[in-house]
Structures are given as C-alpha cells and as structure tokens.
C-alpha cells in the first residue's frame, strides 16, 4: 500500500505508530477485514468522507436520471421506451438506498439533499453533458454505467458495512443497464450509415468524460491516499480508469466504432492501453459548475422539489393524523 502511494504521488497517511490507541484499533480492523457498522466507534474523518462519498453518489444517481429522462417521450419503440424508464427508475431506487446509508451516518436525508439544491455538494461530473441524440442513451449505459460498474465493484468489499451492501444490490442493476446500453448501440451501430454515425458520434463526445468519472490522477486525488488506508476506496481513481479503458476498447472494436484518441495504443510492455492526455481543465470547468448543463440540472432538481411541496406536506399532515389516531386509541383502551 505505502509502495503504491509513492509510486503514484499520493499524499502521505498516518502510520499506525503515530494514531491514538483507538485510532489504531480500528485500523486493525479495516486491514483484518472486519467490517465497520453504524454504531461502531470510528475517526470523525471516516464518517466525514463516507457522508462527502456517499452523498455524492447518492446525488449523482438521482441527477443522472435527467440526462436520460430528456429522451422518455422520444424513444423509438415501445421496447426501448420500457427498459427506458426502468433504468431510470433503478437510477432513483439506488439514490434511495445511498441516502439511506448516509443516514445511518448521523445525517438526515433533508440536510444533504439541501446541501445538493443549494450547489454546495458536487454530483459526478458526468452528468452535465447533453444527451443531443438517441444513440447517447446506448452510450450513457455503455460507458457510463460501464465506468459507474467498474468504480463500484471494489466498492462492495469498502470497509463500511451500508455502504458495501448496498453497493451490491446497485451493482447487479448497473449491469442490466450496461447491457440494454451496449445492445442499444449495437443496434445502431450495426444498423444504416446514419445510425452507426450518430453512434460514433455520441462515442465523440462521450469517451472523455466518461473518463474524467474516475476523478483527478493519484498525484491530485486529494482524498485518496486515506480513503485507500481506510479502505472506503480499494483501487486508486487511475487504477479504475485503466482498467476501464482495457475493457471498453475492444468493446468498440467490436462495435466497428473508432474511440476519439489519437494516441491510444495496445502497450506490449506493459499489458494495457496508453492513451492521450485527459483535458484536466474541462474537468475542473465542469466541477466548478461551468459544464454545458449544469445550471439546468440543479434548476430542474430544485424545480422538482418545489413541485413537490404539497405531496411532502400531505404525506406529513396524514402521519400526524395517524399518530394523534393512535394515541387516542392508547388512551382508550
Ligand atoms: N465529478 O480526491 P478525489 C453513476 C471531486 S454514479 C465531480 O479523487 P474521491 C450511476 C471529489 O468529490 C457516478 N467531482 O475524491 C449512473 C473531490 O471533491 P470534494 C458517481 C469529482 O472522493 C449511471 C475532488 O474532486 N459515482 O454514474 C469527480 O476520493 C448512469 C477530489 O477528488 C460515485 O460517486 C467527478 N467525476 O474520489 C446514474 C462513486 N471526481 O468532495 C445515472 C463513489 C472527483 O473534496 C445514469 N465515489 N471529484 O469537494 C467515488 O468512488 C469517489 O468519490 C470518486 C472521487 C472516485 C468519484
């Protein structure tokens, strides 16, 4: 592990000779395996970066569902339109049961969907890029769920007991939608010259930031290094990122698709792709805010939770009736 982080620049983390006595318990904890569960004693910076990770995640499903959502009433058969909505309806669910293990954190679910309506939490970068044509929806299973499977296998073995076992559970529906996502865009691809060019068209505009998903390089990554001695992460952001290439390159070979980098070569030497330069600073434009859509995105998310004021409301109104029900009934009896 330690050689790992010098090879890669990652900063520097506590040895175990320099952490508090309760610190260094449940250390040897994490390396012996052992799961960490809600009410276990653990480092405020553990919890911290759970509630930073999982909040995030959680967010970015339920943002991700707008970039597909755009394409419901435009789907070109009743089939596609089916597995359409039920993608997007799995993307919900797996924001539902994030939320939930951040709760299990000591956060209430209202303060960290708050903190994403008021911008102050990132989402995944990913998803404020426009869907312009049909093919992007094969493409956005293809490789965004194909880059969201990679970064969320290892994540089943993390340290913290909610969020590995949910992550399994998301895991086998992220591989439905990366099928029904490569299917789609074997279709068109295979499909008319127009087709297989708006297929290689979405690949365009695509392949980059699916890479950006990984996150910085190790040598950037801020929370990494602790994260990885934590084990809230098991592979580092460029580890991910390499082994998603390895894998997604002779998928579009086989599509009869060209992946938009000059520079991307089979390396003998080595066992795996080189490919070109990643354009960290669209990367960090898009963080902060300056992507093509992210001002919509949070529009529409703040929009929905304004319109859904009176269902919330009512929701609340009916449990208090039923508790003042119930202890009435108490009282009675
Ligand atoms: N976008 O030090 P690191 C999906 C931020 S789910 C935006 O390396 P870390 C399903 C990072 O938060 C996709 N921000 O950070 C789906 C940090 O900022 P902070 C989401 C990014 O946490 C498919 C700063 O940069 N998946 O796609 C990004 O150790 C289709 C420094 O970075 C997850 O969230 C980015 N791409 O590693 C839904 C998986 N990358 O917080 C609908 C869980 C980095 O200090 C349709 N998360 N940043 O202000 C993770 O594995 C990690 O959080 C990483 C980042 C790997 C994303």
């Not at 086998?172 to 008319?192: I, N, P, W």
């Not at 354009?279 to 929009?303: I, S, Y």
Request: proline fraction near 4%.
């Amino acid at each position: 592990m330690y050689a790992q982080m010098v090879d890669t620049g990652m900063k520097r983390v506590q040895g175990l000779d320099e952490m508090s006595a309760e610190e260094r318990a449940f250390q040897e904890k994490i390396d012996a395996g052992i799961k960490i569960e809600a009410k276990d004693w653990m480092p405020e910076g553990y919890r911290r970066t759970l509630i930073r990770q999982i909040s995030q995640h959680a967010h970015s499903e339920i943002v991700g569902q707008l970039p597909e959502g755009n394409w419901v009433t435009r789907a070109p058969s009743l089939k596609r339109k089916a597995i359409l909505l039920a993608k997007i309806q799995d993307e919900a669910g797996h924001g539902l049961y994030l939320y939930s293990a951040a709760e299990t954190l000591g956060v209430t679910r209202d303060q960290v969907y708050a903190d994403l309506l008021s911008g102050k939490v990132k989402y995944s970068s990913i998803f404020n890029y426009p869907t312009t044509n049909w093919a992007d929806i094969g493409t956005i299973g293809w490789l965004v769920d194909g880059a969201a499977i990679m970064n969320q296998i290892p994540l089943c073995r993390c340290s913290y007991g909610p969020y590995s076992r949910a992550m399994v559970r998301v895991c086998k529906e992220e591989s439905f939608h990366q099928r029904q996502g490569y299917d789609l865009v074997m279709a068109m691809a295979k499909g008319t010259p127009e087709q297989k060019a708006m297929a290689q068209d979405a690949l365009n505009r695509w392949w980059w930031p699916a890479l950006m998903m990984f996150g910085p390089s190790d040598g950037e990554s801020v929370h990494s290094a602790q994260s990885m001695q934590w084990k809230i992460k098991i592979l580092s952001n460029d580890e991910l990122r390499q082994k998603f290439v390895d894998q997604t390159v002779p998928q579009a070979e086989y599509l009869g698709l060209t992946i938009p980098d000059p520079e991307l070569k089979w390396n003998e030497d080595t066992g795996h792709y080189d490919f070109g330069a990643i354009d960290w600073e669209e990367f960090r434009q898009v963080v902060a805010g300056n992507g093509p859509c992210n001002r919509d995105r949070l529009r529409t998310r703040v929009k929905a939770w304004d319109d859904g004021k009176w269902f919330r409301d009512a929701l609340l109104a009916h449990a208090e009736k039923k508790s003042e029900r119930q202890v009435a009934t108490a009282k009675a009896a």
